[in-house]
């Protein structure tokens, strides 16, 4: 058990889109562009009740570069070799 449900639930998405981003890169690339536009309008709409809206976009972009870094480590060491 990895301490806490909010860092379980945040390290299960960054695997899912790390996954996602070696199949279907583009379509993840829009796909959370599309969700972190919407989750930004909802937390600019309403700061100081929807703050959740903006932590959950900042992790999604997060998470969403970390595979992106990910993927190119990982080509490079398949090509380096």
């Known amino acids: 058990m990895e301490?806490?449900?909010t860092v379980s639930r945040r390290k299960c998405s960054?695997?899912?889109?790390?996954?996602?981003?070696r199949q279907f890169e583009a379509e993840t690339t829009v796909l959370?562009?599309?969700h972190i536009s919407?989750?930004?309008?909802?937390?600019n709409s309403?700061?100081?009740n929807k703050w959740a809206a903006k932590d959950?976009?900042?992790s999604v972009q997060t998470n969403k570069s970390l595979a992106k870094v990910h993927r190119s480590n990982y080509l490079f060491?398949?090509?380096?070799d």
């Open 3 to 5: 301490g806490s449900e």
């Open 32 to 34: 959370c562009s599309d």
């Open 14 to 21: 960054q695997e899912l889109l790390k996954a996602m981003c």
């Open 46 to 48: 309403d700061p100081v």
């Open 38 to 43: 919407k989750m930004l309008a909802e937390f």
């Open 56 to 58: 959950t976009a900042v």
């Open 77 to 80: 060491l398949m090509l380096k």
